[in-house]
């Protein structure tokens, strides 16, 4: 059972987003935080300054508050974790949070508190409009902000979310970083909440932490009573109320067997992804923001083959300067060196880019100017990041990598605006690795089709499977209606990597894949055989797919995908795959291994 917001027929059983490994028994901690009402009220001219003054003395107060945050945090974690309430300050001092606010108290006459309050609904209605998921879910983070500077204007309790007891289950209607970083050092056992998503920060920090949690769970501060005893299964996004002594039994033999199976899996965590007869796959971790790269190490990542850059953009009105893109990316490449980071320019426009650029919404934002067609419109912002990437490519092994490139001509644009940087970084005397490689993903057909002319112009490929599989496939991956036409086995994706490795294979350049397929246990061996040389995936999935490849010869892999290439049906293809991995891997192991990666495609 998974999804959102639907239970068993008792009301026992929720079912939510499974956002982070890991099964967690203990009694409910119920935080009840409610919404706080604000006043409204029209002030008189001789009340604008001191209304001015309480905004600015809440401004800083919860400056002063999420400042003492990040330090606890970096006392207790360290350097890792404490980016993302660095995010919550920026929005603090966001000129279109703190300038439209002020107006509205100098103009509309209105209150500190009513004036904010409608700023932050305002900004709110921007991200609403995205259909992205990870961009939509940063409404949540204005949400957060908004209501710290209101509560500390009213005078309210700011983190009064309390102390819980250690291995309490916490539920929540949402948490803000603050909250979670907070429950992580009461050594909490899991969280639920009502609220978010895969990609909403309290579910990256859970991530990273190794905290399970689940998410998205339909009035589960309602459903579930203070002190109530609850089982959080991370893996499959289901939340059990009241569990019986048989369930408890049952669930406490599934907690051992999957931390044993996860400890034995992470013992391979600095073996290298290599087949039985020599034949080496570098593995990789796809990475969001920074907070993800302890993690990716731990599970045994060799390097970062996605390194997602649009986290610089988001909660924020104004366009990151040069010196921005170089702290951050240098702050990268040090926690990762001595192994590779792929940065990947942004990957913005569309529906995503009006939250920063103010531009309008387009019909069809998929197929409209988004990626690397929005660099190249905007060349000054395009160059910024670039400069930022090669000044920090000095500073560890760095690789730039362009999204959604769809032949030569392109390539050639944008490698052109890495040289014009780079001439006018040789010219400002400013150190960068002259050799730094470049390479595309390729996620549309024509770039597919066009892999050998692109592979002679770059130095390596990445199949970004995610995109391709829906383009070639002609459907909406996020239409629930046509969803079920989304198969990585179909015949013609097959064909397309077959194609893409050869053609990157005979220019002599290595070709990877960093797409969702990259991280299906299921899918490792025949992907293996296919040829690829890196797979890039999310942290969780590294030890799983090492174990299948460090299990698996080459030659056998080969035969997979040799005889899964000559079907003519995605049914044929899958069961052909699916078959020859049973042979080699058990029932069970497999279905574990799916649980611990979060895998929909196997068991």
Known sequence: MSGTGSGSADGRWLAGIAASPGIAIGRAHVIDRRRVKTPRRRIEDFEIPDELERFEAALALSDEQLERVKRKLREREGEDHFQIIEAHQLILHDEHLVEPTRRRIREERANAEWALRRTVEEIKSVFDAIEEDYFRERRSDIDFVGDRILRNLLGEQVDAIGTPAAGAVVIAHDLSPADTAHLHRASCAAFVTDAGGKTSHSAILARAFEIPAVVGVERA??????????????????????????????????????????????????????????????????????????????????????????????????????????????????????????????????????AFAGA???ANPALGLRSIRLCLKERGLFKTQLRGLLRASAHGRARIMFPMISGVTELREAKGVVEEAKDELRKEGLPFDESIPVGIMVEMPSAAMTADLLARECDFLSIGTNDLIQYSLAIDRGNEHVDYLYHPLHPAILRTVRYVVDAGHAAGVRVGMCGEMAGEPMFALVLCGLGLDELSMNSTSIPVVKSVIRASGLAEARKLAQDALALATVEEVERCVHEAMAQRFSEDLLRAAGEVSGSKTTG
């Open 360 to 362: 309008g919404k387009e």
């Open 221 to 354: 501060t309602e459903k579930i009573a203070n002190g109530a005893m609850v089982i959080v299964d991370g893996m499959r996004g289901q939340v059990l109320i009241a569990p019986t002594q048989e369930e408890l039994e049952d669930y406490r033999g599934r907690s051992r067997r999957h931390s044993a199976f996860v400890g034995e899996l992470l013992g391979n965590r600095d073996l290298p992804a290599e087949t039985t007869d020599g034949a080496r796959v570098h593995i990789f971790a796809n990475v969001e923001i920074a907070e993800e790269i302890p993690s990716a190490m731990d599970h045994g990542a060799e390097g970062i083959g996605l390194y997602r850059t649009e986290f610089l953009f988001l909660e924020r009105a104004d366009l990151p300067r040069e010196e921005e893109h170089f702290m951050h990316a240098r702050g990268v490449l040090r926690r990762v060196t001595p192994f590779p980071v792929t940065f990947r320019t942004f990957d913005l426009g569309g529906d995503k880019v009006v």
